[in-house]
């Protein structure tokens, strides 16, 4: 579902985002690379502490774009989620001037936790820390992916 600006430069740092009303999984990934690996997850609920965070974020990696993940339903349908993902993206790009990519993210959160059992991550408790993580690096990796194909 790529959704944005013009191409890519061939170089240059990503971030990507799993939106959540409670954690916001962060990854971050290189163009030149084509590889996404999961960075942190944000706890911050109230918008204030949370784009703190994010400021921080872009501060230390400067990217040269931002993957937002958009939830949809299995048929393509918009879920409950999806207009507030769609918010967030918006908020990114009027406050830090970025090119802002939405990013069909259907089937990341679970294909994450699937990863996170398949490594030996058995208990739920240990895989909820990071499973916005992993997601945000599974929309990045696909976003990655997809991208090499449109700008070769």
Same mark, same amino acid.
């Given at each position: 579902?790529?959704?944005?600006?013009?191409?890519?430069?061939?170089?240059?740092?990503?971030?990507?985002?799993?939106?959540?009303?409670? $954690?916001?999984?962060?990854? *971050?990934? /290189?163009?030149?690379? #084509?590889?996404? &690996? @999961?960075?942190?997850?944000?706890?911050?609920?109230?918008?204030?502490?949370?784009?703190?965070?994010?400021?921080?974020?872009?501060?230390?990696?400067?990217?040269?774009?931002?993957?937002?993940?958009?939830?949809?339903?299995?048929?393509?349908?918009?879920q409950a989620?999806?207009a507030?993902?769609?918010?967030?993206?918006?908020?990114?790009?009027? $406050?830090?001037?970025?090119? *802002?990519? /939405?990013?069909?993210? #259907?089937?990341? &959160? @679970?294909?994450?936790?699937a990863?996170?059992?398949?490594?030996?991550?058995?208990?739920?408790?240990?895989?909820?820390?990071?499973?916005?993580?992993?997601?945000?690096?599974?929309?990045?990796?696909?976003?990655?992916?997809?991208?090499?194909?449109?700008?070769?």
């Open positions: 579902m790529p959704d944005g600006p013009a191409p890519l430069p061939a170089r240059g740092t990503v971030l990507a985002f799993d939106f959540g009303l409670t $954690r916001t999984g962060v990854a *971050v990934g /290189e163009l030149e690379t #084509r590889q996404a &690996s @999961a960075l942190t997850t944000l706890g911050e609920e109230a918008n204030a502490a949370r784009f703190a965070a994010i400021e921080a974020l872009l501060r230390e990696w400067r990217p040269v774009a931002l993957v937002v993940g958009i939830p949809l339903h299995l048929d393509g349908t918009e989620l999806t507030r993902c769609r918010r967030f993206a918006n908020q990114l790009r009027g $406050r830090y001037a970025l090119p *802002v990519f /939405e990013w069909d993210e #259907r089937l990341s &959160s @679970a294909g994450a936790d990863a996170l059992r398949d490594a030996g991550i058995g208990d739920w408790r240990a895989r909820k820390g990071v499973l916005d993580a992993v997601a945000a690096q599974t929309i990045l990796q696909h976003f990655l992916d997809t991208e090499r194909h449109a700008n070769t």
